[in-house]
């Protein structure tokens, strides 16, 4: 019941010694990821003891010490790591995805906002020819409940279930994955909403619609670009199992730039109305709210849709 990430999953954080890296290592910890070390070439052969909840199972509150090496090569030749989650600053994030694709990882989790287009072009590309699957930057990451969680979704909000949801807005996975608590997710995954990004809509749609796990799929978008558009072609084509969708930016005054830096309008393409055309267009439920997106989801799921 997962895509990418499963409870096997090995997990190195880059930048685990930084004020971000230490509190969601530590939330990452009490969620059960299996966190194997943080990477910072000034603390290398140190370890980092982290207290976690009581409710961690099996572990009681005992501190875990977690290492710390000198690269991700050397993290990677230590424990077998095969996903990085990146907490490092904008000017240093390029030259961090390049040295986690460089050492093979798997997949590269990037946190980071505010990075230069001009690096994410870079790095992305770079690591897609590496065979590195990016997602983000500027996301939450990823969470597959009560397996593993690589970034800083929370833990608490949901439970392991059927639907599948891929979002371009952090706080709309929040909301989605709360309202549906009772029914439970496969795996979240927050996209990231810059302009280019290293995982798509399509991309989880192709995931989810593999998995034998997932009966129905999410996707959340927003204003701008024309991502939600050629998800909406790839379901036409691809895609067999119901989705229910929901677009933000609806109220969005004309003229403004808001929200995410990929959130730009070119006249009516980009819009939200466009979207939710061209969605509902190829049978997508589209809700005009997350409440109503939510009713959207248990009344599909309800009907055996």
Same mark, same amino acid.
């Given at each position: ?73 050397? #993290? ?25 694709? &460089? ?15 001009? +690096? ?82 399509? +991309? ?6 593999? &998995? ?24 036409? +084509? ?35 109305? %466009?979207?939710?055309? %061209? ?7 589209? #809700? ?18």
């Amino acid at each position: 019941m997962a895509i990418h990430l499963t409870k096997e999953s090995k997990v190195l954080v880059q930048g685990m010694t930084g004020g971000e890296g230490m509190k969601h290592t530590r939330r990452m910890l009490a969620a059960g990821t299996n966190v194997v070390g943080g990477v910072n070439p000034r603390k290398a052969g140190r370890t980092v003891d982290f207290d976690v909840p009581q409710c961690l199972k099996g572990l009681g509150g005992t501190p875990i010490a977690v290492p710390v090496f000198g690269s991700v090569a050397e #993290g990677i030749e230590v424990t077998g790591a095969d996903v990085s989650v990146v907490f490092v600053p904008p000017a240093f994030a390029k030259a961090a995805v390049v040295e986690a694709a &460089d050492a093979g990882i798997g997949l590269a989790v990037v946190i980071t906002e505010g990075i230069p287009v001009h +690096d994410s072009v870079a790095f992305t590309a770079y690591a897609r020819a590496k065979g590195t699957r990016i997602i983000g930057p500027n996301c939450p990451g990823l969470i597959t409940p009560g397996q593993s969680n690589a970034g800083i979704i929370p833990a608490d909000i949901t439970k392991p279930g059927r639907i599948g949801l891929v979002s371009k807005s952090g706080t709309l996975t929040y909301q989605l994955m709360y309202e549906l608590r009772d029914i439970g997710f496969s795996t979240c995954v927050g996209i990231g909403g810059d302009p280019v990004v290293g995982t798509t809509h399509i +991309d989880c749609l192709a995931a989810f619609q593999d &998995d034998p796990d997932t009966e129905l799929i999410v996707l959340i978008g927003e204003i701008g670009g024309d991502a939600e558009e050629r998800a909406a072609a790839y379901i036409r +084509d691809h895609v067999t199992k119901p989705v229910v969708g929901y677009i933000a930016g609806f109220t969005a005054p004309e003229g403004k730039t808001m929200g995410h830096a990929g959130a730009i309008v070119s006249g009516s393409s980009g819009t939200a109305e %466009a979207k939710k055309e %061209a969605l509902e267009a190829v049978g997508v439920r589209v #809700g005009g709210t997350p409440t109503e997106t939510a009713r959207l989801v248990l009344a599909a799921l309800e009907a055996g849709a």
